[in-house]
């Protein structure tokens, strides 16, 4: 048999029996200690259908490595060419749902050219016929429908009129909305808007006075200044003889009361 197949060993493939098993567990190999046997039959990780095999030497390692390298590959070989056919059967599934709804819309109108081609062999065929019941009591029907929805007070109108009230009413609403926000105080806005709900600790309100104050001053004193250059440029227009008569007055009165840091702070102020 073998030299008719042309191979070279012919070998049966056949379970082995429980005893042979037993029989197998309780000798270990050569070479392999009798703890190491009995601890590579508890971490067999599929009793039924593998067993322990001893590896002896860096040759059989070496070949165990290499086989279970062939055999990871095969399988990722394996699971390549699922995906790819997964990824195909998708394709063909989107394109023939594609096409599925090609042909529902193309359904769509051919029924409705065959409802026109029916409803025209109709007419031609009962043209000369007189109307019967049904179809006079069909025309009234639809008599009816299409006067209730174009008369003065009909559907269309009445839509026409509560679209145009539900938007009056939407306008409305936001002036409302908009004068109520408008008409809030100053503190009601500032509590209103999220952008100014500031969270400040005591020190921190304290320096904002003390800058809020310093500025006020500020804009106190650049206010004496200017009325008293007006009060100056007044004397320089009247003439000679005024200037003279106020000269004395001038000379006593200082030209600012302020102190030169908020003279100062104020003409920077002021400049930009």
């Known amino acids: ?25 309780e000798n270990p190999p050569a070479g392999i200690d009798k703890l190491i046997w009995q601890q590579a039959q508890a971490d067999n990780p599929h ?11 860096f040759a059989e390692l070496k070949r165990r490595k290499q086989e279970q390298v062939a055999f990871s590959q095969q399988q990722s070989a394996i699971l390549k060419q699922i995906g790819e056919v997964v990824q195909q059967m998708k394709t ?24 026109n081609v029916l409803r025209r062999q109709e ?7 007189a109307i019967r019941v049904e179809e006079e009591s069909l025309r009234c029907g639809l008599e009816r429908i299409w006067s ?23 306008e409305s609403m936001s002036v409302t909305e908009k004068e109520n926000v408008a008409g809030l105080g100053a503190a009601d806005r500032v509590t209103a808007d999220p952008r100014y709900n500031w969270n400040l600790d ?45 000269g004395n007055k001038l000379s006593a ?13 104020a003409l920077n102020t002021r400049a930009r």
């Open 202 to 246: 005591a020190d921190a309100w304290a320096e904002l006075k003390e800058y809020l104050s310093q500025r006020q001053s500020g804009i106190r004193e650049i206010q004496h200044l200017i009325s008293e250059m007006s009060g100056t440029l007044k004397i320089m227009e009247d003439g000679p003889t005024s200037s003279a008569q106020s």
């Open 1 to 25: 048999l073998q030299s008719q197949l042309c191979a070279c060993k012919l070998s049966a493939e056949v379970r082995p029996s429980s005893n042979q098993l037993t029989a197998y567990f």
């Open 148 to 170: 209730e929805i174009t008369s003065p007070r009909g559907l269309r109108i009445r839509f026409q009129d509560s679209r145009a009230a539900l938007n009056a009413s939407t």
């Open 92 to 115: 063909g599934q989107l394109a023939i749902s594609q096409k599925l709804t090609q042909l529902k819309r193309k359904q769509i109108e051919i029924s409705h050219r065959i409802l």
């Open 47 to 57: 009793p039924d259908c593998t067993i322990p095999v001893p590896l002896v030497g």
């Open 253 to 265: 009165k200082p030209l600012s009361r302020a102190t030169p840091n908020k003279v100062s702070f």
């Open 123 to 129: 007419v031609h065929r009962r043209a000369g016929f």
